[in-house]
Nanobody, 127 residues
Framework: QEQLVESGGGLVQPGGSLTLSCVPS????????ISWFRQAPGKEREKVAC????????YYADSVKGRFTISRNYVKNAIDLKMNALKSEDTAVYYC????????????????????WGQGTQVTVST
């Protein structure tokens, strides 16, 4: 059974950094598209970053561009989301999701359909 498990969330002060990890089980990361989403209380879910594994194409929401980086971590067999210069408005539950369709060389990092979601990890940015 395909699963995703997020980790790395926590409490951090404004301006600080965190790295979230998304580890798959039951499938290999190659040839898929993985995205990070977040949802703050009372707000709609927001797509934060996407990565197309086969060609390395990435997407970032305007709200995080220049501060967040999505990448593959070969050592941990994970997809990491490195978050720098964190702001209070980054406070949310962060989820990773995967499109299990085979995607090769399209240079389209985000998918319109995600088959597997993680359980989420809380990120709180506060003094």
């Amino acid at each position: 059974q395909e699963q995703l498990v997020e980790s790395g969330g926590g409490l951090v002060q404004p301006g600080g950094s965190l790295t979230l990890s998304c580890v798959p089980s039951g499938f290999a990361l190659d040839l898929h598209r993985i995205s990070w989403f977040r949802q703050a209380p009372g707000k709609e879910r927001e797509k934060v970053a996407c990565l197309s594994i086969s060609d390395g194409a990435t997407y970032y929401a305007d709200s995080v561009k220049g501060r967040f980086t999505i990448s593959r971590n070969y050592v941990k067999n994970a997809i990491d989301l490195k978050m720098n210069a964190l702001k209070s408005e980054d406070t949310a539950v962060y989820y990773c999701a995967v499109d299990l369709s085979i995607t090769i060389g399209t240079m389209i990092p985000c998918s319109p359909d995600y088959h597997v979601w993680g359980q989420g990890t809380q990120v709180t940015v506060s003094t």
